[in-house]
């Protein structure tokens, strides 16, 4: 009965986070060496202090509104 109450909490959040972004997988595994040093050069840009908050927003707000419920702590 527990891990299905914790599905129903959970799944809503779970199905979003799997949600492939923008592009689809290509952007994560691009062909051509272009490609691939276009995504390197973006993902450290995303890591440097000037973008470091946008990227935070970005990627972690599908967390928003994600309300897990108090368990009591085992003794």
Known sequence: MAYRR????LRPHVTRG???PGG???GF????RAAI???DASMRAMTSRPLRGL????FFS???GLELPEYATAR
């Open 29 to 32: 595994l691009p062909e051509s």
């Open 6 to 9: 914790y599905e129903e909490l």
């Open 62 to 64: 599908k967390a928003d």
């Open 37 to 39: 040093r276009m995504r």
């Open 55 to 58: 990227a935070t927003r970005l």
């Open 24 to 26: 689809g997988i290509g």
């Open 18 to 20: 799997q949600e492939l």
